[in-house]
């Protein structure tokens, strides 16, 4: 394996699960961020305002970002609404979620898994007919705070569904930190996903991710700092560190595209924007390389 | 693979990286340790008062803390004077560090490597003769904050002369966190200890304990809540937390004989001891079973 590519989540995902912050400082992240050398960037969501204050201003902050024309810039949207609201913004990567549990689909959509797998069905020729992608994100993949274990059939049986329906992509959101090395293998041995998204929330953030490499996977999402938090505790990491991913990448050979000393003066904006000290290793220790 | 063996060594390396508590909270902690159902407890070290304050109180817990018989307790030591003082403490087992830089073992122990390798020749007969074993932990086998990568070779020569000295232990310690993948692979190509002990501080210990488990070693040491700090940064881990290890590999149907819920009972009492957030996923957020 020679290459691996990483979408940084951090002005998305990353800001969604942090105090809100002024655009002109998204505005600045996603600058940074675009001068990493990362390829990819999950950059806005259009969702309800009242729903993700976070993102209220997701148009004014994209129409001020630097569209970086090396860098593919992707937005979530939650619903139809969204998606032509992505679409009018001129994204060309939408993604869309839905939980594997039904339980937490309930929750965090107010509908059935079903349902919301309905309400994909009927975006996909939407945003094709834009010249978009829509890649759809397996929420809970490695299983549900509501509910536990997830099957593996359930997620192979949803991932099937939406690649019959047109979808582009496919990935697995590990979403409260449930993935290990055992659950990885698990679930990978039954359906493989183009994308993973893995938390560190305890602690096996790369381990799962060196799993993955092993299956085949070569696409991982990860956060500039570890922004984003955990939804069970305020100062436990949720996101894993870009940074740490590319130190342990970058040392085994595998290619990131990532300029890591870039990475690590954009984490210590982000950690002064924030005003917090976040979880990551290598922004408070240095990579390996950076000798006394 | 149905076993792993854990050393819990928060009451020495941990404690030894922390600001100086009271003797009867040292006790409290092996206590509360020797109940979790972990076999092996670095308890404390026999080192001068002037040079490690954190341990000048050693005899006094050693004497006073519960000696579970089905615990395997171990000191660790500097010097022959520090070997006297365990074996006459009654330890069984003991450790010795010799650094496999150069540089790094002039600045920890004021003498070259050969002069420690000598001195451990020395000290074996010594410990023999009391009955105990002697494990030599040689440190920075993953890199040196000083000298950088350290040569695969160097580190097997150290095993190799060692073990014809008549050491009964090999450990290999990644002193200040520069352990990868990719390092952990390299070295255990050329050598392989009987016990590995990693840090976490730039986010890959669970991902290197994988890929050990992977290359054969079935023995580690971990600290209950990550104790132990990191020795460039306040607030960066160091220690791989015990309990991340835990639940890491119990999942994975792996045994280590301890229970995780006493074991973060005695993670939430430390934190308590010694006042400050303890970088564990595990005790922030829970086990994976623990649902809504």
């Given amino acids: 394996m020679t290459a691996v590519s990483i979408r940084e989540v951090a002005p998305r ?9 002024a655009a002109d400082d998204k505005v600045r992240l996603i600058d940074a961020l675009s001068g990493t050398g990362v390829r990819r960037i999950e950059a806005v969501s259009f969702v309800h305002p ?3 204050p976070q993102m209220a201003d997701a148009d004014d902050v994209w129409a001020r ?3 970086n024309p090396d860098v593919r810039y992707s937005a979530l949207i939650p619903n139809k609404r969204g998606a032509e609201r992505a679409i009018a913004a001129g994204f060309g990567e939408i993604e869309v979620v839905v939980s594997a549990s039904d339980t937490h689909n309930r929750r965090n959509l107010n509908r059935s898994t079903d349902e919301t797998l309905d309400e994909i069905t009927a975006m996909i020729p939407l945003v094709h007919a834009s010249g978009a992608t829509l890649e759809v994100i397996v929420a809970t993949s490695f299983g549900c705070p509501f509910e536990g274990d997830i099957d593996p059939d359930r997620v192979a049986s949803i991932v099937e569904r939406v690649r019959a329906d047109g979808a582009d992509r496919t990935a697995f959101g590990d979403t409260t930190g449930m993935a290990t090395p055992r659950r990885v293998r698990d679930l990978l041995s039954s359906v493989r996903p183009e994308l993973l998204h893995f938390h560190n929330t305890r602690g096996t953030g790369l381990a799962n991710v060196l ?3 092993e299956l085949g996977v070569r696409e991982f999402d990860a956060s500039v700092g570890g922004i984003g938090g955990c939804p069970y505790a305020p100062g436990a990491s949720g996101n894993i560190a870009t940074e740490e991913l590319v130190h342990m990448l970058e040392d085994m050979g595998i290619t990131t595209g990532v300029d890591l000393e870039s990475l690590l003066d954009v984490a210590a904006m982000a950690e002064k924007m924030l005003g917090r000290t976040l979880p990551s290793g290598v922004l408070r220790a240095g990579p390996r390389t950076r000798l006394v």
């Fill in 65 to 67: 970002a630097w569209h």
């Fill in 211 to 213: 799993t993955a490499l």
């Fill in 13 to 21: 995902d990353g800001l969604q699960n942090e105090e809100p912050i």
């Fill in 50 to 52: 009242k729903a993700i």
